[in-house]
């Protein structure tokens, strides 16, 4: 497994401290987070449709992580990253690293790395708890998989397809907005980040 | 990010061929082409052990093809 020294920021601090980006999560750090997570989001659920708030349920309260490593852990096209901080998992992403092309014009047959899920733990995310431990840990999964992108010859560019309530994130990132894709995932609207967007991402960082 | 360990492939001259013309249709390295190729293997042989079919569909005829 291997791992690098990044950075988050603790809210309630506003102090950036160190956490472990690791770049091949294994099964049981997947499954330790799994149990962990859906705990949270379980009672964040029963409170918010006791509220009668069903409508601010999170998009993403069915994913299963422990299914996807059981799917995708061991294959080589799939890349499961995580950070790790206070010995608990604070987010995770699957990219996939099969030849896609960009959908942006002038970048045809480029190829993007597609990030397939991104989550931050439930106790980072406002909205299912009062106050939020972590931030900045999408950001910093979003530049590891940059960094993948440029380790395999992208030069930087990413695709994904994102849940209507991350939409604004992935446009905050700097992610160009390719319109509602009418033909795959859920009619997600999908998203890519260029190879200029990348650098100007990174450096904002 | 990750471990690599270097690996001598032998390839004959329609081999070196294909690889040199896939490397400079995508703009990448050779051994980008050769890590993709690999990963698209794996990936299709799995699929395929789990009871799935490798179709192409022509776009224009609707026409499908079972390549595996």
Redo the contacts between chains.
Sequence with gaps: MSSNLVYIKKRSTQELVPAILLTRVTIKQVEITQIAWQKVLDEAIEELRAKGLTKDLPEHHGWNWRTKHKKYGRKAAYRFLGIECEQKIQGLMLLNTIYRPSHISNQKEKQIIYGMFLESAPWNISGIVNSPKYSLVGSVLLAAAVRISEEEECEGRIGLHSLKQSENFYKDCGMTDLGIDQLNENKLRYFELTTSAAKAFLARR | ???KKPVIVPLNDLETEALEELAK?????KV?VM??A???Y??IE?RIAEGEKLIFEDKKSRKEVLML
């Design positions: 990010m990750v471990d249709k995508k703009d990448v390295s980008a890590r993709q690999l990963r698209l794996q990936l799995n």
